[in-house]
Nanobody
């Protein structure tokens, strides 16, 4: 089994910063892409940022220049540094990863349970 556990969400005023972390644990051989998604009330889940195993990154236009995704492969952990936060960044943030488990030749996609980020104006 594989688990993704997020931490670091919370309440912050506009212009502030938060850092999210997501640690993967379990019978992991390797992790390919890792990413962060978010879902605001009444809206569909959307990609925020993604990072490959080689640390290539892509960002949603709405967060470019404000958010930075990074990973620590030794710790199976992905981070999202969020600066200059805006009220429209308010959402539940979900971690996502493509993981190869022991005794498997296939990568499976996993989701974390989500962490709430609330930005007040």
């Amino acid at each position: 089994q594989v688990q993704l556990v997020e931490s670091g969400g919370g309440f912050v005023q506009a212009g502030g910063s938060l850092r999210l972390s997501c640690a993967a644990s379990g019978s992991i051989v390797s992790i390919n892409a890792m990413g962060w998604y978010r879902q605001a009330p009444g809206k569909q889940r959307e990609l925020v940022a993604i990072i490959s195993s080689g640390s290539s990154t892509n960002y949603a236009d709405s967060v470019k220049g404000r958010f930075t995704i990074s990973r620590d492969n030794a710790k199976n952990t992905v981070y999202l540094q969020m600066n200059s936060l805006k009220p429209e960044d308010t959402a539940v943030y979900y971690c996502n990863a493509d993981v190869k488990r022991y005794y498997s030749s296939t990568y499976y996609n996993y989701w974390g349970q989500g962490t709430q980020v609330t930005v007040s104006s």
